[in-house]
């Protein structure tokens, strides 16, 4: 069988990713013509120019608002596992992202969703998890940032994650944030393998999250 994550776990020992191409502008505030528009057919392009390129991986900017002003920066933008699941269909090597707001997508319903990514891929997804930050997006939702225990969220929301992933039988999970009845899901991620997580939080919360998980 086929590592998971091969160019991740192996090959170049300095990794490569293009970043926020799901999300019109890109990385880029700017007004010149030929800024990043996002389409879906630019952004498979990219894919397939950045796997044959030999590039590691492709990560999203979990966005659902744009900025305002003359371009809107960020105003158009795909949902990241599907957009992840589309790419992953139309190259071979390279692993592709998604990011997922935690206090956002119930946990059970991630699950599934990024299994049903990784088989798509044969392994080849990650998940980027974010805890939350954007309050105007957060409103949205009626969700309401929780900035001194986001990563305490976090943590709940990823145990129960991945004890979908690993549970023989339904289970019920007593949290201080979440509490559930007879969990239980199927498949189990590619080959059985956990799913490749990252986490870019920059607060001392937010590392040791990251180093933890």
């Not at 979440?178 to 919360?205: D, I």
């Amino acid at each position: 069988m086929s590592q998971r994550n091969a160019g991740m776990f192996s090959g170049n020992p300095f990794k490569l990713a293009v970043f926020g191409s799901n999300c019109s502008g890109g990385l880029a505030l700017t007004t010149v013509p030929e800024r990043w528009r996002a389409t879906w057919d630019e952004n498979v392009a990219l894919a397939k120019l950045a796997d044959s390129a030999g590039l590691e991986a492709m990560v999203p900017v979990g966005r659902w608002k744009g900025f305002g002003g003359e371009t809107n920066f960020g105003g158009s933008s795909f949902e990241t596992i599907t957009w992840a699941c589309g790419l992953l269909g139309e190259t071979s090597q390279i692993t592709v992202f998604g990011t997922v707001h935690a206090p956002l997508f119930h946990p059970i319903l991630a699950a599934k969703q990024i299994v049903t990514a990784d088989h798509i891929g044969r392994g080849r997804f990650g998940l980027n998890i974010v805890c939350g930050w954007n309050t105007d997006e957060f409103e949205m939702f009626n969700v309401t940032p929780m900035p001194d225990r986001r990563y305490e969220y976090g943590q709940e929301w990823w145990n129960i994650v991945k004890q979908i992933w690993s549970a023989e039988e339904p289970f019920d999970f007593d949290g201080t944030f979440l509490k559930l009845k007879k969990v239980h899901g199927q498949p189990r991620p590619w080959q059985g393998e956990r799913v490749m997580m990252m986490n870019a939080g920059s607060s001392p919360a937010g590392r040791a999250f990251a180093v933890r998980n």
